[in-house]
């Protein structure tokens, strides 16, 4: 069982009718002009956090960090979040008021407004992160837009969030606790990248999965941009970096910055066999996060 | 700490921009003449039900049907559902699969398509339901339209899911296992109900939620519509009938039953304050769930 697979024998299942694909389901029920964007997404205790080097604020910046950071891959603009806790005993009233105050700084830098929600107890805390945006129809950027000749690029720094987990310190650390979600890079690549994705389990395997919907292979033959100190491993392998991973047409001009975010070509779509990715010649291995391997 | 406490106290953070306090959310983004409707609900093992009893495919029913039932309360159309799981080891693929079968039966009956989701893994399972729904534009049912005057009803009969998760057997707990959210009913008192909610936590408390958001109290002094077979504790607290609470002007005509279901009468909205219930002279007291209490 891997997360691949269960989602690969739910789209069979499904048919024609699955929209399961991208970092959110485009949705038609929005005003003339605009689609609905809409996310979900799950962080449950002692498998996204643990409770003894998290703070309450951290758990939910990061909680809305994930589900803004898929907003921010399709190129939408966040309108309404929606948050269900399943909470454990130990989190007192406490430990919910700085969760929200967490939370609800971020909804407030991002112009989203929390409207709703569900409480149930539970023996480990499980928070399920909605949030619904909008994009000019036909805008929304999707995973399956690369083709061969296309630049593929990255945004700010990779592996930085991996480094943090392992070592619990400095400004790595605080890049592991607080991701930025790229909404103004997701705004800016609206009208300029052809496939877009957030990087949330890692470089080799989100490459992997935007050449699996898009039907192409990849060359990463420059550089990668990597946050300071880290390993090969980390900013190959690396996930919750929450960069937005993206490509687009050779005569698109992508800046070296977008409102301070660098943002780095690192290769090139190539044709070839559908996922995979050569890095400097050799193959790259698909070891980034699954649940269920 | 309590589960009002907990959505007052974030209540009063919000402040003017609160959407919190119906079964779901209505948001304006939503195509001319139409509101959009969102409601998360979430589904833990060993809360809302346990492994040993519960078959895979009555999970995946009543999730869904949980969610499905918030927009029959609003008097809205189901249009798309979402789902994230935290899946423990003991759910393996086919476990998985039969929690689809009950899901994706109950989703083609009610017309709701399936568009997304998340997966983790955990140490118990936890399900959270997304379902996004539309209704006409100033149409969709709140709970905070009961007047004093207003005659108070309920679909179907109450107490049979109490009854069932009590005994384990017969209808009852199919009645349990297998909630029918009344959709067709939702539809018919759009234009009907002044207020409405759907009875999931018990009848004290629900009744007593609805009056606190309309402020007013309420008398019943009708014979309430019972399952066969329950106690008097059954029908006034048990939880999970998903049936429909709704009030109506005294002008306006109720039909004994509508596609099948019956619409019974039990009281009247009353002057008073605001969340009091009087059962047949005394004062009925909130006994019902309470995940924090």
Excluded at 27 to 38: D, R, S, Y
Excluded at 61 to 66: D, M, Q, T, V
Excluded at 184 to 198: I, N, P, Q, W
Excluded at 246 to 269: E, H, S
Aim: aromatic fraction near 6%; charged fraction near 20%.
């Amino acid at each position: 069982m891997s997360e691949i697979s269960i989602l690969e024998s739910l789209r069979a299942r499904l048919g024609p009718r699955a929209l399961i694909g991208d970092d959110c389901a485009v949705l038609p029920c929005a005003p003339a002009g605009k689609e609905l964007l809409v996310t979900t997404d799950l962080m449950v205790e002692d498998v996204h956090f643990r409770r003894s080097t998290h703070k309450p604020a951290d758990v939910g910046h990061k909680l809305l960090a994930r589900g803004l950071s898929d907003i921010a891959a399709m190129g939408g603009d966040p309108k309404y979040c929606f948050v269900s806790l399943a909470l454990p005993k130990w989190a007192g009233d406490a430990w919910i008021a700085r969760f929200y105050d967490g939370f609800l700084a971020l909804a407030n830098a991002a112009k989203v407004t929390l409207a709703g929600g569900d409480l149930s107890h539970a023996d480990k805390f499980a928070g399920d992160i909605i949030v619904l945006g909008e994009a000019r129809r036909g805008e929304s950027l999707k995973r399956s837009g690369a083709k061969p000749g296309h630049a593929i690029y990255v945004s700010g720094t990779l592996g930085g969030s991996a480094l943090g987990l392992s070592t619990h310190r400095g400004r790595a650390w605080q890049r592991h606790l607080r991701p930025e979600p790229r909404l103004a890079v997701g705004r800016f690549l609206r009208t300029k990248a052809s496939a877009c994705m957030d990087l949330s389990d890692g470089l080799s395997i989100d490459l992997h999965r935007m050449c699996v919907e898009s039907k192409v292979s990849a060359v990463i033959d420059h550089p990668l941009p990597a946050f300071p100190g880290v390993t090969l491993e980390h900013v190959l392998h690396g996930g919750e970096d929450y960069e937005l991973l993206f490509t687009a047409n050779a005569a698109t001009k992508i800046p070296a910055t977008w409102k301070g975010v660098p943002l780095t070509r690192i290769g090139t779509i190539v044709k070839g066999e559908p996922g995979v990715v050569t890095f400097f010649g050799n193959p790259l291995p698909v070891k980034g996060y699954d649940h269920f391997r």
